[in-house]
C-alpha cells in the first residue's frame, strides 16, 4: 500500500523458496534495474519492510480506500428502510475535519434509479399521449378532458396499495403505467362519441344523457 495515497499496488514476486532462509535474505535479494543495463539493485533499497495491522479485505471505490458494511431488511420494504438509514447517516455524519464521507449505496441506489426512470417514463408518456390527441382531434381542449381520468385512475391506483399494504414497488409502478394506458383509451372513446353525438345536433347534456344509457344498456 503506497502510504501518500492509501492505494494499494498488487505486486508478484516468485523466488525459489528454498533461496530464502530469513528476512534477511528477502532484503538482499537482487532486482534487475530494467534499463537494459547488468547491474542490479537490492530489494531493501527500492523497498521498506515491518509489520503492521492492516484490514484483512481492502475494498476500493474509484481508487479511494472504502469500508464497506453490509445490512440486510426483513418484514419491511426497502424505501422505508433506506429512509430511516438516511436520517440516522444525517444525525450522525461525521466532521468534514475527518475527510470521511458516508454514502448509502447497494440495492437503494438501483431502486432510486428506477423510480426516477418510471416517474419520468410516465410524466413524458403523458405529454406525447396529449400531443398525439391535439392531433387527433383537432382541439386543445378534447386532450384535456381526456386526461382528466388520469388523476381518478392515479387516486384508485394509491387507495388500492393503501388498502392491501402493498409497499410502493416497481412492478406496482408499471401497473400503474398500464392502468393509465387503459384509463385513457377508454376515455377516449367517451369522447368521441359526445362528440359525434354533439355534431349530430345534440347539446352537451343530452349526449352526456345518451351516453349514459348506452354504459347501462351495455353492463
Not at 444525525?91 to 438501483?110: E, F, M, N
Request: glycine content about 6%.
Amino acid at each position: 500500500m503506497d502510504p501518500r495515497n492509501n492505494v494499494s499496488y498488487p505486486l508478484v514476486v516468485q523466488v525459489p523458496t528454498y533461496s530464502f532462509a530469513s528476512s534477511q535474505d528477502l532484503q538482499t535479494m537482487p532486482v534487475p534495474s530494467g534499463n537494459g543495463t547488468n547491474q542490479n539493485q537490492l530489494l531493501m533499497n527500492l523497498a521498506s519492510f515491518g509489520r503492521e495491522a492492516v484490514p484483512m479485505v481492502a475494498s476500493q471505490l474509484n481508487i479511494r480506500p472504502v469500508f464497506d458494511v453490509h445490512a440486510d431488511v426483513q418484514g419491511r420494504d426497502l424505501n422505508s428502510a433506506a429512509h430511516d438509514i438516511d436520517a440516522l447517516l444525517a444525525a450522525h455524519r461525521p466532521d468534514a475535519s475527518k475527510a470521511l464521507t458516508v454514502t448509502l449505496s447497494g440495492q437503494v441506489d438501483t431502486m432510486r434509479e428506477s423510480y426516477t426512470g418510471i416517474f419520468t417514463g410516465i410524466a413524458l408518456a403523458i405529454v406525447l399521449v396529449y400531443l398525439f390527441l391535439v392531433m387527433n382531434f383537432q382541439s386543445w381542449i378534447d386532450p384535456v378532458i381526456v386526461l382528466m381520468a388520469v388523476p381518478f385512475a392515479l387516486g384508485g391506483v394509491l387507495w388500492m396499495l393503501f388498502l392491501s399494504q402493498t409497499p410502493m414497488s416497481v412492478p406496482a409502478l408499471m401497473g400503474t403505467l398500464m392502468c393509465i394506458g387503459l384509463t385513457t383509451a377508454n376515455s377516449i372513446l367517451v369522447v368521441s362519441f359526445a362528440n359525434q353525438r354533439m355534431d349530430a345536433g345534440d347539446d352537451p347534456l343530452q349526449a352526456q344523457q345518451v351516453l349514459a344509457t348506452h354504459a347501462c344498456d351495455r353492463s
